[in-house]
Each structure stands twice: as structure tokens, then as C-alpha cells.
């Protein structure tokens, strides 16, 4: 009996290990002999967090997601880690690259730095952004971007349909991407961003916000900040496959606790946080499928220089301030500008459930730095009054911490991208086009160096203005401005909050001479962490504009309810008169009293039709036969002007 029950289980003990090999094998890491892990192909999530104070007495805090499937045959329709929707957008739609945010608030690139990895790649304007690149035929990209901006806008419950119209989207010809025909490019100012967009969001994650670090994502706490991006970036190439990356850049103002005995000292003081305080949440243990889980706190270059000239260092417990608990390892970055410090990232390892990791700064003495700022400060505003024609300025002011290095890196020339797009309704005359450079007008053939227009067309398509400037590095100040008209819409183009204004998308300005890109070697263990590596990549600095709000001539949207009104008083007046007449007739009162014996009542109804045959026979019971013929009468009477009424009316 014995031999036989170890029998029948042997079958069940076989299935039970093969379950328990087959999510190894489909994630692809085995264990050595001496425990290492060697990496397969196969299906990987990561999950980092990114920390660092701010000179405005706040706190950013960058999440970064990356999901990656390898092109294997054998992966299929059936994904272990990677999201299935994604993959069918991919291979469904064709695309090669794709970007879409959701911004809410406005980046301070004054503030919050503007040359650094994460400034220049995750600053977003406000609202929605998207743009994908294609991997179709010319002809078929305008049909595929309408099919996927539906797709979009159901996946992530947005509006993102709305930029199906030809007027809503444009091919970008060099600007915004090195000669690209199959780009496409949109982009909705007004989108209001809510965890409507965010659970979306983190569905595609493997643990969503169950465990690991995206547990942290408090909506109360990221909504209530200062500035908040969600970014959704995917690459699909047949060498390495598709690689989905989800960010979510937050600015937050922790919560400052006065001390009663140095109440004077703390409003000087950068105020204290920690991880638990600004979302609420502790950090209990990772996302079971995730390789890595790592936070990382940064002390930005300027921060650095002021430690060192106070003796510190790279020290992360001092006499300003106090990091705990103590990091893993520590990061500098290895090629700094000329004349720069290095700047310092530590590194924290989420480690289990049982060991909560609640990271925290406490500030003990005043302590003043400044951002990297990029080049030029950048920013775009409206000249002129009235709802009949105005003017665009677009003002690059060149920052004090970088001209220096304008000087020295990069010669005698600034070189400027700038990608502006203007809705059809906006009328602009690219013709009169002016360069002012320190206040001083110049030609504007010995400035742009390189120029592409496409004008708009009335309900077709919006205006494009695509330049390049190229200016001496010593100049402090360029300004642009073009002249437009503002046109006319139907009343069903106008949307219900029209007096509040029109929105123009922010524009886009890069520095290609300038790169955000850092360098850290430390016994090569950056290569295994997917954002440091991204902080390697050689990305151009970017600034977006503010988004204008163009105020429109708009129509007298209360003139249907006026004209709805007075016609159905004129109506009202005109059938209860016409009643009362069809109803009132000389002595029917007097005869009605005195016909006491009549004991059954009349109903409404019949009576006004009996009376109104009546007056048609043109007889009367118990009247004079002329008082029925002036009835007659007035009847025809009435009735012809009832008809010119009418005729009237209806022409």
C-alpha cells in the first residue's frame, strides 16, 4: 500500500517542480554553483528611485520603471513581466519609438535646474505630449496615428482622440528630430491630468502599486505637489527587442515641523524629510519580479562645491546635514565640466519586507546652493491688446553660472533650436519675422542660419516654424518676434469655457553644443542600473516655453436662451389670448348661473370643441344671429392673420 501511494504522488511532485521551474525559465536567471546569478534572455523589470533637495526648500523625486521583452519567437502573444497591451500596440500600430506624459504644473528651470539628466529628458510641458515614430510607408502614418491615438486615449482614459484631427498634429521636418519623415508630433495644453491617468499607469507595472517602490505613489501626495510628469517611453528594434521605460518625476514641499525653542533658526533651514513623511508610506520590501530595486540620492554639483569649501567632502553625516540610513556605495560622477566639482549620487538597496528602508535627510544649519541652469533661460510671452491682431516674443537670456563656459567650450558661437506650433486660427506672418540680440535689431540672414515654414490653413492644418540661430557666445539677451491675426470660428468650434482664452503648445528649444550626459565609474556597477545608464546617454539640453493662452472674439452664447425666451413668452400670450376668445361669449356667464336645473358638468374639452363648431356654422343658442356674425367675423379675421404670421415666420 505504501509503494503504491508513493506512486500516485510521484506524478504530482513532477508537476509541482516543473511549476516551479517554469517561471525561472521564462524570467531567464539560473544560479551558479557558487550562488552568482548568470543572466539569460528573457523578460526583465527594474525599479529605481531617484532623490534630491532642491535650493526652494523642496524635494524631487524621479520613479523609474523599465520593463524589457527580447525579440524571441518563442515569447509569443504570452508575456510573463512585460504588459501584453503594450506589446500589441507595438506590433499592431508598427511603431519604433514612442513618448507620451501627462504634466501637470510647470518645470522652474530657474529653481529646479535645466542642464542635468533629468531636466533636460523629463521636463514636460503641461498636459498631454505624444509622439511616435513610425516603421510604415509615408502614405499610411496619418491613418496609423489616428488608429493609435484612439488606442491611447482608451488605455490610459484621456482625451488623446482629440488629436486625431489633422488640425491637432504635425510632421515635425528636422527640428524636433534629425530628419524624420515618419514622425508624428501632437500635443493638447488643456488635458487635466488626475489618478484617472495614473492607475492606468501603473497597471502596466508587474506588482502595480501593491509592493515594491510604487507603493509610495500616495495620490493625495503626488497631486498636491508643486509639479507632476508621468512618462511612458517605449523602443522596439529587432536587435533588442522592445523596452518600455515608465517615469514619474514629482516636486513635493515636505512638511515643515517648528521647533518652539529655534523658531527663528528653522525658517532658514532647510526643512527635514524623510520617505514616509512626504508620501505617507514606507518602503516594504520589492516587487518580486524586479531584478533590481534601488533608491538613489543625489548632491548636485553646486551643493557639492559649497560642502567642499566647508571641508566635508562627499560626507553624508556632517554639521549641515545628516542622510540615514548609511548607503551601499557611492557614486561621482568622473568627467565634470572644466572648473567644476563632481557631483555625488549614493545608493540605497531595498532589501526585504522585514527591513522597512524609510530614507531621510535632516537638515541641522542654514545651508545655500544654487542649480545648474542651462545656457539660456528661455520663455515666451504675448505683446500687443484687443481680439483683432497681437504679437509673439520668444526671449533667450543667458545665465550667469554658464558663461564661462560658453566661452571656453564652445568658441565664438551658440547654436539654438527652435520648434514652435501655432493653431490654424492664429494667423501668423512669418514674414515679419525680427531678431533683436541685446536689445539691438538684426538681420535676420545673419542670424538664423537655417529656417523651415509651413503655414497654416483655415481648418486643416496648424503653422510650423522650425529655426536655427546661431549668435556670439558673449551675447546676453535674443529675442524673436512674429505678428499674427486672430481669426474667426463657427460657434461649434468654440469649446464651453471659450472666454476663457485658447491655448498654443509650449515650444521647444534645444542647445545642441550642450549635453546633460554624466559619467560614473565605480567597479562598473552603473552598467547594471538602468537609469544611471540613462544619465550616460548623450542627450542634448532642452527647454519647453510657457503655453499662451490667446484670447479669441467670441460670439453672444446667451442670445439662444434670449431669443428662446421672448419667443415662448410672444407664443404663451398669443394662444391664452386665443383661447379666452374661442371660450368668452356675451351672456354665456349670466345664462351658465342661471341654469341651476342643469346638474351634469360640461368637460373642457368637448365644450371648446362644440363652441368652436359653433362659430364655424356661424349659429349661436339662445344669442341674436348678429352677434354670430360679428363671432364670424373676428374668426376670420384672426385666422388671417394667423396665416401671415405664419408665412412669415417660416420664411
Known amino acids: 500500500m505504501a509503494v503504491l501511494r508513493h506512486s500516485a504522488a510521484f506524478p504530482f511532485l513532477l508537476l509541482l517542480a516543473l511549476l516551479i521551474c517554469i517561471p525561472a525559465l521564462v524570467s531567464g536567471v539560473w544560479l551558479n554553483d557558487d550562488g552568482g546569478g548568470v543572466e539569460e534572455e528573457g523578460e526583465q523589470f527594474s525599479e529605481e528611485l531617484f532623490l534630491k533637495p532642491l535650493p526652494d526648500r523642496k524635494v524631487l523625486a524621479h520613479f523609474h520603471f523599465q520593463s524589457t521583452v527580447p525579440p524571441s519567437a518563442a515569447n509569443g502573444r504570452h508575456h510573463h513581466l512585460f504588459p501584453k497591451a503594450i506589446a500589441q500596440l507595438v506590433q499592431k500600430f508598427q511603431i519604433k519609438e514612442l513618448e507620451l506624459s501627462f504634466t501637470q504644473g510647470r518645470w522652474n528651470y530657474e529653481s529646479w535646474g535645466g542642464s542635468d539628466p533629468i531636466s533636460s529628458t523629463n521636463a514636460k510641458p503641461p498636459g498631454v505630449e505624444l509622439w511616435a515614430l513610425f516603421d510604415l510607408p509615408v502614405m499610411e502614418i496619418d491613418a496609423t496615428w489616428k488608429d493609435l491615438t484612439h488606442a491611447l486615449s482608451g488605455l490610459f482614459c484621456a482625451s488623446i482622440n482629440f488629436l486625431e484631427s489633422s488640425t491637432s498634429y504635425f510632421a515635425p521636418s528636422w527640428a524636433f528630430r534629425s530628419n524624420v519623415s515618419n514622425l508624428r508630433y501632437g500635443a493638447l495644453p ?298 474667426f470660428l463657427h460657434i461649434d468650434e468654440y469649446p464651453p469655457d471659450a472666454n476663457q482664452g485658447f491655448d498654443i503648445p509650449s515650444a521647444l528649444v534645444t542647445f545642441p553644443n550642450f549635453h546633460s550626459s554624466r559619467s560614473y565609474v565605480e567597479d562598473n556597477f552603473s552598467i547594471n542600473s538602468p537609469l544611471l545608464l540613462k544619465f550616460q546617454e548623450k542627450n542634448v539640453v532642452r527647454s519647453y516655453t510657457e503655453a499662451l493662452l490667446v484670447p479669441l472674439t467670441t460670439p453672444d452664447f446667451s442670445m439662444p436662451y434670449n431669443v428662446i425666451t421672448f419667443t415662448c413668452t410672444v407664443l404663451a400670450l398669443f394662444f391664452g389670448s386665443l383661447l379666452n376668445v374661442l371660450r368668452r361669449r356675451v351672456g354665456e356667464e349670466e345664462r351658465l348661473l342661471n341654469s341651476k336645473g342643469n346638474t351634469t358638468r360640461i368637460r373642457l374639452i368637448p365644450l371648446l370643441l362644440s363652441k368652436f363648431s359653433s362659430k364655424l356654422k356661424g349659429r349661436t343658442d339662445g344669442t341674436p344671429k348678429s352677434s354670430s356674425l360679428l363671432g364670424s367675423k373676428f374668426l376670420l379675421i384672426l385666422v388671417a392673420v394667423l396665416a401671415v404670421l405664419w408665412h412669415y415666420i417660416s420664411n
Not at 370 to 390: D, I, K, T, W, Y
Request: charged share 20%; aromatic share 10%; glycine share 6%.
Open 190 to 487: 488643456r488635458e487635466a491630468v488626475c489618478t484617472e491617468n495614473l492607475t492606468p499607469w501603473l497597471k502596466l507595472l508587474p506588482c502595480r502599486d501593491k509592493a515594491g517602490l510604487a507603493s509610495l505613489l500616495d495620490r493625495p501626495s503626488i497631486y498636491k505637489g508643486y509639479y507632476h510628469s508621468q512618462r511612458l517611453q517605449l523602443t522596439s528594434t529587432k536587435s533588442t527587442g522592445i523596452v518600455l521605460k515608465q517615469t514619474l518625476t514629482v516636486v513635493l514641499k515636505p512638511d515643515v515641523q517648528r521647533n518652539s525653542a529655534h523658531s527663528s533658526l528653522d525658517k532658514s533651514i532647510q526643512p527635514s524629510w524623510s520617505v514616509s513623511s512626504m508620501f505617507k508610506k514606507n518602503v516594504t520590501g520589492l516587487c518580486v519580479p524586479a531584478k533590481t530595486s534601488r533608491i538613489f540620492f543625489e548632491l548636485e554639483t553646486n551643493m557639492v562645491v559649497e560642502l567642499e569649501k566647508l571641508g566635508y567632502g562627499d560626507s553624508w553625516s556632517n554639521s549641515i546635514f545628516d542622510l540615514s540610513p548609511n548607503p551601499v556605495r557611492v557614486f561621482k560622477e568622473s568627467n565634470p565640466l572644466p572648473g567644476r566639482s563632481n557631483s555625488i549620487i549614493y545608493e540605497f538597496i531595498n532589501y526585504s519586507e522585514h527591513e522597512p528602508l524609510d530614507l531621510g535627510m535632516k537638515w541641522k544649519l542654514p545651508f545655500i546652493w544654487s542649480c545648474s541652469q542651462a545656457p539660456f533661460h528661455v520663455s515666451r510671452f504675448l505683446m500687443g491688446s484687443g481680439n483683432e491682431r497681437g504679437s509673439i516674443a520668444i526671449s533667450l537670456q543667458s545665465t550667469e553660472s554658464n558663461k564661462e563656459f560658453l566661452a571656453k567650450s564652445h568658441g565664438c558661437n551658440v547654436q539654438v533650436l527652435i520648434f514652435q506650433v501655432v493653431p490654424w486660427y492664429v494667423k501668423v506672418y512669418y514674414h515679419t519675422l525680427q531678431v533683436f540680440i541685446d536689445g539691438k535689431p538684426q538681420s535676420v540672414s545673419d542670424v538664423i542660419e537655417k529656417i523651415q515654414v509651413s503655414p497654416s490653413e483655415d481648418k486643416l492644418f496648424p503653422g510650423t516654424l522650425e529655426l536655427m540661430l546661431r549668435y556670439p557666445c558673449s551675447v546676453q539677451s535674443v529675442a524673436l518676434t512674429l505678428d499674427f491675426d486672430k481669426g
